[in-house]
């Protein structure tokens, strides 16, 4: 195979004379052997056609490869942005509601990269999106324990008062 691609990249008319035109299938012949192609039968159907997209992928050097580092950081930063701004700019119903919209379409973004060739694993962007989700929520108690704070002590403070009436 590799003395295949060899040829193949150097053009060697001699080597690929033999394989113009015909399906090339590579492993055992007493495995795979002579037949024809059947559409109903998917079982035997299968085996050519992944030897074709192994020898193509092989052939044309197209393989799949790892979202670059500064394209992971930019679609760490966009989903951590976009969580942190649903869990505190919305309501809490309308926070959950866009929180699994935004949970479910992370696999459809890694199926969107992995169609354009590239890797990136839903685990790592689903833990980006657990920790964000976890910041969101403990930034909004915080704000929340903070306007508490602020409210329950505007009655004593004379100051604070004046400047917020009950």
């Known amino acids: ?4 691609l060899i040829a193949y990249r150097e053009r060697k008319k001699e080597v690929l004379g033999q394989v113009r035109g015909k399906a ?3 492993g055992y012949p007493d495995v795979y052997g002579d037949y024809p192609i059947n559409l109903f039968d998917l079982t035997r159907r299968s085996i050519p056609e992944i030897q074709a997209n192994a020898v193509n992928t ?7 490869t790892p979202v670059p580092v500064w394209a992971r950081g930019a679609l760490w ?23 699994v919209v935004e949970f479910a379409a992370i696999p459809i973004a ?12 839903c685990a790592q962007l689903i833990l980006v999106f657990i920790v964000a989700l976890l ?12 306007r508490l704070r602020v409210t ?9 008062s004046r400047r917020f009436p009950a």
């Open 1 to 4: 195979m590799q003395n295949f």
């Open 24 to 26: 090339v299938l590579v």
């Open 58 to 64: 092989l052939i044309e050097g197209d393989y799949l």
């Open 77 to 99: 930063f966009i989903l951590m942005s976009i969580t942190i701004a649903i869990i505190v700019k919305r309501r809490v119903s309308q926070g959950i509601a866009w929180s």
């Open 110 to 121: 890694a199926y969107g990269l992995f169609r354009f060739g590239w890797i990136l694993s």
């Open 135 to 146: 910041a969101g929520i403990s930034w909004r108690n915080a704000r929340s324990a903070q």
């Open 152 to 160: 329950s002590h505007s009655s004593y403070d004379p100051r604070i």
